[in-house]
């Protein structure tokens, strides 16, 4: 079974300043893409970013872009010049075989 | 426009007694998803349907059960509701070929508090 984990539950940072969120995972499967989701409060989730395990380059999608280690398992999210609308929960996720395993999240908060 | 809806966004349901979600989707996409997410909680999967098939995942417990009568609709039915139960649950859908997920579309969750 696969896992993920994110081990840091909340973060902070100063607007328009950089943050690294760290995520970890654990799987046996070759074929697999890993995300990062964002949650407002009371509001639904949605895609931040998106990569696919056999891509070596990372991820980017304008602010936002990816550190991404296979052989570490390591996937972290870097978030630059950051908003007040960027504070938010933050989910990393595994996908395959349709499905999704969530890390726990980490809480962003952005300090104006 | 939205595209995941999930109705209600609040429910409150007595010890005991059974409740449906709901979840319907203008995507057309061929898997539905049901997470539970408890507070400061990773969502966990309860279960899927990939078109009409249903995935159970292993740790669901039986109380638990889902329908979906068409692509756009898919139901969540809590038998016998717990304290335990009181949870976000959030339906999602992806389009899915090949079953290697690309990414998933959430809806706005319902809020189930049991008394």
Redesign the interface.
Known sequence: AQT?TQSQ?EMSVQEAETVTLSCTYDTSES???L?W?KQPPS?????VI?QEAYKQQNATENRFSVNFQKAAKSFSLKISDSQLGDAAMY?CAW???????????ITLSVRP | DAMVIQNPRYQVTQFGKPVTLSCSQTLNHNVMYWYQQKSSQAPKLLFHYYDKDFNNEADTPDNFQSRRPNTSFCFLDIRSPGLGDAAMYLCATSRDPGRLNTEAFFGQGTRLTVV
Request: proline share 4%.
């Open positions: 993920v539950p074929d697999y893409y995300f989701y509001r639904q989730m949605i895609l998106r989910f996908g395959a075989n349709s499905k999704l395993t969530f890390g726990k999240g």
